[in-house]
């Protein structure tokens, strides 16, 4: 984006201006993020739950309960040291990370465990 600016500040000099770009996130775009946090919580905590049976031998069932306990977003940081900055004076780069959305998610989940299932010899 940046080079095509420059670019187009070159070949039509000062008869065209320029605006710096304009970040935000569509609704629709915050809330799949926030689907997509609980969807990756709820498969972490299947996988934990998977290897914890693993080891003491036994078996995950289904889930028989799945709550979402949390959900926490916030929009990226700028360093402190870069605050006192006018936001004009940020690189694209910086504007970018600062409205980057992250989000989080805090799921409860209890699982079936069953015992280790006997497969049976036929003679």
């Known amino acids: 984006m940046q ?5 187009l ?17 569509t609704p629709g775009s915050v809330e799949n993020l926030r ?7 709820v498969e972490n905590a299947w996988r934990k739950a998977q290897e914890v049976c693993n080891l003491v031998g036994q078996t995950l ?3 028989l309960l799945i709550k979402e306990e949390e ?10 040291h870069q605050s006192s ?3 004009s004076s940020l690189t694209v780069q910086q504007k970018i990370r600062s409205a980057t959305i992250h ?10 465990v069953k015992g280790k299932e006997k497969k049976k010899k036929h003679l």
């Open 61 to 63: 069932g289904k889930p």
């Open 35 to 41: 689907r997509q946090a609980c969807l990756v919580a």
């Open 9 to 25: 500040v070159e070949k039509l000099d000062s008869s065209v201006v320029i605006s710096q770009p304009q970040f935000y996130h």
């Open 103 to 112: 989000a989080a998610s805090k799921v409860f989940i209890t699982f079936e």
């Open 71 to 80: 959900t926490k977003e916030w929009e990226g940081q700028i360093d402190d």
């Open 3 to 7: 080079n095509m600016c420059n670019f």
């Open 85 to 87: 900055k006018l936001s």
